[in-house]
């Protein structure tokens, strides 16, 4: 599905499903270099289960137009913009690794329209390593390279997908480098740079889940765990074993735990 958010041509998906006034509506921000895809079964699940779906991809990601957003700020000025034009008063937000940041920054800014908050993969702060960062800033192969890596645990690195024939590391590898040149650093440039994380935490009256994976080397537990800590009330799922690409690691899991709060 297309709208028009900021004069640019955005898509999102409903998970198959169709968008109806008396639903609940729950609302997926994917990860840096990422797209409305990492939701697929998720999108699918709470499609078919009687809510509406809205899994977004962020200006310059997937099939969205425009520019990459600079800062956490404003992608998530962009998402109440979004959910304003379609009309969401709304939602249950879920949002992985620098979308969980996004997720944050909107449920700490418009908490009266963040019905629920899951936060996957999450850190805050969570900065970027100077190796890591540098490789995307001249749009190099090595940075999917130690970003795919380092997103998997290694029961994903050795193969471990339950769906015969699928590789968890090449597809995590193909979905990066679909991304046009300069989003990766301004995703990842955007995550190193926001500040005031245990801030907006301190402040969510949401209801509250924070899934972490256990050996995530992307965004480490302690550091999830720390969030869950300043969030009064945060419930918390531990995923083992499980890296950060946990909703291709552990799909069931990462649902089962969903489904406990959206």
Not at 97 to 115: C, D, H, I, K, N
Request: aromatic share 8%; charged share 15%; hydrophobic share 45%.
């Amino acid at each position: 599905m297309y709208i028009e958010v900021n004069g640019e041509k955005t898509f999102y998906s409903v998970g198959n499903g169709s968008i109806k006034a008396e639903q609940q509506s729950v609302v997926f921000v994917h990860g840096a270099g990422m797209d409305h895809s990492v939701w697929t079964m998720c999108s699918r699940y709470f499609a078919r289960h009687g809510y509406n779906v809205f899994a977004f991809d962020l200006p310059a990601h997937g099939r969205s137009s425009g520019e990459p957003l600079a800062s956490i700020e404003a992608m998530s000025a962009w998402l109440k913009s979004a959910l304003d034009v379609l009309e969401i008063e709304q939602a249950a937000v879920v949002g992985h690794s620098m979308g969980s940041l996004v997720a944050l920054s909107f449920a700490a800014q418009y908490p009266e329209r963040t019905r629920a908050m899951a936060l996957l993969g999450t850190s805050t702060p969570m900065p970027v390593g100077a190796v890591l960062l540098d490789a995307a800033r001249d749009n190099s192969h090595d940075a999917i390279d130690m970003a795919n890596t380092w997103s998997h645990s290694s029961f994903g690195l050795m193969g471990g997908n339950e769906n015969p024939g699928m590789c968890m590391t090449m597809g995590g590898q193909r979905l990066i480098e679909r991304t046009a040149d300069g989003v990766y650093f301004a995703d990842f440039n955007a995550c190193n740079e926001f500040s005031n994380g245990e801030e907006l935490a301190a402040s969510i009256k949401a209801n509250t889940l924070i899934v972490v994976g256990m050996q995530d080397k992307m965004t480490m537990p302690v550091n999830a765990l720390k969030v869950a800590e300043i969030i009064d009330g945060a419930n918390v799922v531990k995923l083992d074993p499980c890296g950060h690409s946990m909703m291709s690691e552990q799909p069931n899991k990462v649902l089962d735990a969903l489904a406990t709060i959206v």
